[in-house]
């Protein structure tokens, strides 16, 4: 079993939809979470950071429960700009961040 | 300010042969991290080096893989008898220090023929 598991998709959606990305991770003692976004070919980026508390950055929602091991993403009216691969990422004490596998979006005129 | 910078972008190699990689840190960070990426996967850890030291090499496959940083900012990751399974975009990030941000450069896609 992975340590950070994601749905891979492909997810299609019209322009202005709402779309949610769910991630499960193993290692309870994980420290620290986020939401990285990879274009085609292209680098990682930090998307934000996820709290227990949850926390929001503009379209962006994304929700921690450490009880059930459980991350999440929601993004509100799509935009054809937000297509990408999105990231759950862990980090652990150690310095090295553990990716899923990544969950592939488009989104669509 | 710059980023982190990678080079070469693109590398093609035969099946034996032995390969560099580098990677230019973000001036200041003290912190460089070497992942693998596989086509459809998320990166993996490999190597990373606070300072001149490597904290954690736990990521390294086989001893044909190896990565030096002898001067706390540029690192080289270096493959030795190169087999056609190493063939992935080797990416390279760094951070002021461990548990900061990482930032990532734009990596080194590697095919082995």
């Known amino acids: 079993r992975k340590e950070v598991e994601q749905d891979p998709g492909p997810f299609n959606v019209p322009e202005g939809a709402t779309v949610a990305f769910n991630c499960t991770y193993s290692n309870s003692a994980s420290q620290s979470f986020f939401w990285y976004r990879q274009d085609c070919r292209k680098e990682p980026k930090l998307l934000m950071s996820v709290y227990s508390s949850g926390n929001e950055d503009g379209r962006f929602t994304a929700q921690l429960n450490r009880a059930s091991q459980y991350i999440s993403l929601l993004i509100r009216d799509s935009k054809l700009s937000d297509s990408a691969t999105y990231l759950c990422?862990?980090?652990?004490?150690?310095?090295?961040?553990?990716f899923g596998q990544g969950t592939e979006l488009s989104v669509k005129p | 300010g710059a980023g982190v910078s990678q080079t070469p972008s693109n590398k093609v190699t035969e099946k034996g042969k032995y390969v560099e990689l580098r990677c230019d840190p973000i001036s200041g960070h003290t912190a460089l991290y070497w992942y693998r990426q596989s086509l459809g996967q998320g990166p993996e850890f490999l190597i990373y080096f606070q300072g001149t030291g490597a904290a954690d090499d736990s990521g390294l496959p086989n001893d044909r893989f190896f990565a030096v940083r002898p001067e706390g900012s540029v690192s080289t990751l270096k493959i030795q008898r190169t087999e056609r399974g190493d063939s992935a975009v080797y990416l390279c990030?760094?951070?002021?220090?461990?548990?900061?941000?990482?930032?990532f450069g734009p990596g080194t896609r590697l095919l082995v023929l």
């Open positions: 990422v862990v980090y652990n004490q150690g310095g090295k961040l553990i």
């Open positions: 990030a760094s951070s002021w220090t461990s548990g900061e941000t990482q930032y």
